[in-house]
């Protein structure tokens, strides 16, 4: 028997997301051009292949088959990740025009923004993991666009107000996005039945892909926090200390996973998570830092942290908080991405003391209020955003026995076991 899902997948979102398609076609006819110059060609097929090609691969398959480990909701995961992309790539590259350009007719589209606008885009990824299973594609729509407008103008605010670069204020993806999506998942928490609990559970087959989708995040993070650094120099310490957190987080997640265990065994939905917990902490400081022991430390630590956070906090998180953080990106994002910004507050200490630089103060406060603003912009728009999506017009899913399905929202062509 299929599934009998509300009108709002058959009314609301055709209507709603044509409508919005439409006039973002007429935003980009009348207010943008491409980027004729001959650097930005040069620059195209210099760095397509080994950044921008990088960073589509991580948002398109890596953050969208790591969400997809659950037996049930495997299509949904993955082809809501895609469609969330999409639409938000388009917003984000004009949001970030007419934010970088407040008195320009004319968005001038460049190959540096698009991939702004992807890595922007990547924030959704990232929060969607805490409520993807709960919700429909018309809600999921509502929060593309609210979320990748408030971290949009939040790097508006730390470029104009904190002079702030713009690789760090992107590095502060991983709070923001954290936070933004457990808030949302907060705001539509209800009681979850025992028959959908049981569809929350992880296949041999599905948690495969989930790694392969880990794979491939682990592979191309030392792009993503390189991309954003003009210096080679930068680039090339930014590039190596990455990947030298991210080894060491992934041995540490598998170990602390096997000795958490009574009879010594790896849980697959640890690996899933922590081992791509060095690639965050190390993302703000990782052209900073002069040794590569130094990334291995934050990579053993964030490795720790996450592997810890998933081992001892999940039944706190969902019976006394009440939120169902299916993908875990607290452990994954949230609190590696607090252990980086604490690491590059004490390292820009560091180096402002060591060189007598008389505003050290200053450049602490700075970097913390940084830090702050990520986390009280995620929960704040969080929570805007969970309200406005408990609002009847959208029409979800009124039964908790239907979450974690797929049935809810794809034609079968047949129905399969389990479902």
């Excluded at 397509?48 to 090609?53: C, D, L, P, V």
């Excluded at 495997?74 to 388009?90: I, N």
């Excluded at 998942?185 to 959908?196: D, G, Q, Y």
């Amino acid at each position: 028997m299929g599934s009998k899902y509300p009108r709002s997948m058959r009314c609301c979102l055709p209507l709603w997301t044509l409508t919005l398609e439409v006039a973002l076609i007429l935003i980009f006819f009348f207010f943008t051009s491409y980027d004729h110059s001959s650097k930005d060609q040069k620059k195209l097929m210099g760095t397509y292949g080994a950044i921008f090609q990088d960073i589509t691969v991580m948002a398109a398959l890596g953050l969208g088959f790591l969400t997809s480990s659950f037996r049930t909701h495997g299509w949904s995961s993955v082809a809501f990740s895609l469609f969330m992309l999409a639409l938000g790539v388009q917003w984000a590259v004009l949001l970030e025009g007419f934010l970088n350009q407040p008195f320009s007719w004319k968005v001038v589209i460049s190959l540096s923004r698009i991939q702004q606008a992807t890595m922007s885009t990547m924030s959704v990824l990232i929060s969607v993991g805490a409520v993807l299973r709960t919700i429909n594609l018309v809600q999921l729509v509502f929060m593309t666009l609210m979320e990748v407008t408030v971290f949009g103008t939040m790097r508006m605010l730390f470029r104009e107000c904190f002079s702030m670069e713009d690789h760090i204020s992107m590095m502060h993806i991983h709070v923001f996005a954290a936070y933004f999506g457990l808030t949302v998942a907060w705001c539509l928490s209800k009681p979850v039945a025992e028959r959908a609990e049981k569809k929350d559970e992880m296949s041999v087959k599905t948690g495969l892909f989930a790694m392969l989708g880990t794979l491939f995040l682990w592979m191309f993070w030392p792009s993503f926090n390189s991309s954003l650094l003009n210096s080679p120099n930068e680039r090339k310490k930014a590039v190596f200390n990455t990947y030298y957190a991210l080894a060491v987080s992934a041995v540490t997640a598998i170990s602390a996973s096997a000795l958490a265990h009574p009879q010594g065994k790896i849980n697959m939905a640890h690996i899933h998570n922590a081992v791509l917990a060095g690639g965050v902490a190390v993302g703000a400081s990782c052209h900073l830092i002069p040794q590569p022991w130094h990334a291995m430390v934050l990579g053993l630590l964030a490795g720790l942290i996450s592997t810890g956070k998933a081992i001892c906090l999940p039944v706190y998180f969902n019976r006394v908080l009440r939120i169902h953080d299916s993908c875990d990106v607290h452990s994954t994002f949230g609190l590696p991405g607090l252990l980086g910004g604490i690491n590059y507050i004490v390292l820009m200490t560091y180096r402002a003391s060591w060189t007598n630089n008389p505003m050290t103060g200053n450049q602490v406060l700075i970097n913390t209020g940084a830090l702050s603003l990520s986390v009280a912009m995620g929960l704040a728009s969080g929570l805007l955003t969970g309200l406005l999506l408990k609002l009847k017009i959208w029409r979800g899913v009124t039964h908790t026995a239907r979450y974690f399905n797929d049935q809810a929202f794809w034609k079968f062509p047949h129905l399969a076991a389990g479902f």
